[in-house]
């Protein structure tokens, strides 16, 4: 015989929480769990995690913050920290925390994305430069889909001011031609384009009849034809300059 007891959430019997559940009970449940345990840093984190799905920035800062104090070692709560400093334009402290966030964890391309974001923010360029291809380098196939998507991402974030892409690649060229060709194909719309681009990466004005030239593929080579193949002639072969008929020879 089967016994049914009361329907008990999820939410209630497990400790991690699904994101996806916006809901005041689990906003109740990690503020209950902060109550029990006032040093309980992953606590926090989670509950900052549903103030910023719930659209309520400033907490989820302050939430994330008290994550990264009482563990000071986790570089997740520093990313999302930098992210939500971000949306509040509080750009200098999104910085310190997204380089804590990278500190910690070398190859967190995430965090180097968002503090490339940044540094635009702050005007520094060569920065900005340096951790996007930071980003690009440690996660290529995230960053290949985020930045060559035309409708959102990357190009989403920085906007419709091109001279802020043409600032970025200019530093981005010398270390990755690829993610700098990524980033400007936004607005690579016929040969003007492309001669902007040359000018700008390069320096210098584009040669005359020149365009862009696509790169050889590394490693390919010309297939040679298959099939039959005239053999060299062998034996005498006449000179170009040398008689062919008894006549001139008696000349």
């Not at 920035?57 to 992210?83: C, H, V």
């Not at 290529?140 to 001011?161: K, M, Q, R, V």
Request: glycine share 6%; net charge neutral.
């Amino acid at each position: 015989m089967l016994l049914f007891g009361p329907w008990v959430s999820p939410g209630w019997t497990q400790a991690d929480l699904r994101f996806e559940q916006h809901s005041p009970e689990v906003e109740k449940y990690w503020q209950k769990k902060i109550q029990r345990n006032p040093r309980d840093g992953r606590a926090y984190y989670h509950l900052g995690r549903h103030y910023e799905f719930t659209r309520r920035i400033q907490l989820a800062a302050e939430a994330y913050r008290q994550a990264t104090l009482l563990d000071p070692g986790w570089p997740q709560a520093f990313f999302y920290l930098g992210k939500a400093y971000r949306e509040l334009s509080r750009y200098q402290e999104a910085a310190v925390a997204l380089k804590r966030a990278v500190t910690l964890k070398s190859d967190y391309a995430r965090a180097y994305h968002y503090l490339g974001l940044i540094m635009i923010d702050l005007g520094r360029y060569e920065e900005a430069a340096a951790a996007l291809v930071n980003a690009y380098t440690y996660n290529p196939g995230w960053a290949e889909t985020y930045y060559d998507n035309t409708t959102f991402g990357i190009h989403h974030e920085l906007g419709s001011d091109k001279e802020v892409n043409l600032r970025l690649i200019k530093y981005i060229y010398p270390v990755n031609q690829h993610l700098a060709r990524i980033l400007y194909n936004n607005w690579s719309r016929g040969n003007a384009a492309m001669k902007e681009y040359w000018e700008t990466v390069s320096g210098s004005e584009l040669p005359p009849d020149k365009g862009y030239q696509q790169p050889p593929i590394p490693g390919y080579r010309e297939p040679q034809e298959l099939g039959y193949q005239k053999a060299p002639d062998v034996g005498f072969q006449r000179r170009a300059n040398m008689p062919s008929a008894p006549e001139e020879l008696a000349d």
